[in-house]
């Protein structure tokens, strides 16, 4: 009987502790700066504490950790306190969210969306306000793209081609703000929904056809060209609902930030995300 009890309490204590852990300030959510100082803190008032009695700073330093490791954080507020008074450009650095945010800065050899997409005839000057519109034969092609994309379900095949990734190995995993590609855990790409990735996908099967350079151009010159383009999207590509933008905050681990947003109307699918600076 008495071991019973001791193995329901063992397998009870993982729960237990699990109801202090704050999932959505740790882990991959975990933002560092606060990390950073509430560690200092805890060092800080752990050390002052000794001085008093070594026993108490030993036993604040150990339930500091705890809470740090569990909670994200020691001091209550400190995410929003980061937020506010660090300068954004450090939480840049440490914010993992990839929205606004390219994974590699734009090299001096890449080429700009807009030339390119100009060259391809993928994009025009409107014919009746001064502004870029989608050639109307590239669109037709797009759509028709992006319905193969979706029938055959090639997202996986199209992605580790383009990846020049093994597709066995490739995982794709859902969240709610964003849509990853991983490999062994390592992430290889993030768009803000399947819906965006399925347009990316088709229209980088129209361009490798229309521009003859596309398949020399890099990876990372390809995506940014790629996003650039959803900007044209009128028609969500997974249920055909209609695309409107507007201006929204977005908190992210350490920051938030002011973003220009498209989204479906019907199936609330994010198909893209642009920091205002
Ligand atoms: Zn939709």
Redesign the pocket.
């Given at each position: 009987m008495k071991q019973n009890n001791r193995n329901e309490m063992s397998t009870e204590l993982p729960g237990y502790v699990d109801r202090f852990r704050q999932t959505e300030y740790v882990g991959e959510n975990r933002c560092t700066p606060c990390t950073i100082v509430n560690v200092t803190i805890a060092v800080v008032v752990s050390t002052a504490l000794t001085f008093a009695a070594i026993p108490v700073g030993i036993a604040f330093f150990v339930f500091s950790m705890a809470a740090i490791y569990l909670r994200g954080y020691l001091v209550p507020g400190t995410p929003t306190l980061t937020k506010t008074y660090f300068p954004d450009w450090l939480l840049r650095i440490f914010d993992k969210s990839e929205i606004g945010a390219p994974t590699e800065a734009p090299k001096a050899s890449d080429r700009e969306p807009e030339e390119v997409l100009t060259e391809a005839s993928v994009i025009e000057t409107c014919e009746e306000i001064d502004d870029l519109c989608l050639d109307n034969e590239f669109q037709t092609a797009w759509q028709e793209s992006m319905e193969r994309v979706l029938e055959d379900g090639a997202e996986k095949s199209d992605l580790s081609r383009i990846l020049g990734a093994d597709e066995e190995e490739l995982e794709f995993e859902e969240h709610e703000s964003a849509f990853l590609a991983r490999i062994d855990g390592h992430r290889l790409g993030q768009w803000e929904s399947h819906?965006a990735l399925v347009a990316d996908l088709a229209a980088a099967r129209e361009l490798s056809d229309r521009y003859g350079d596309w398949d020399e151009l890099s990876v990372d010159n390809q995506s940014r060209i790629l996003s650039g383009l959803r900007i044209f999207l009128e028609t969500?590509p997974?249920?055909?609902?209609t695309i409107t933008a507007e201006q929204e905050t977005v908190e992210s681990c350490c920051r938030s930030m002011e973003v220009v947003a498209a989204t479906?109307e019907?199936?609330d699918?994010r198909i893209l995300e642009v920091e205002q600076n």
């Open positions: 819906a969500c997974e249920c055909s609902g479906c019907d199936c699918a």
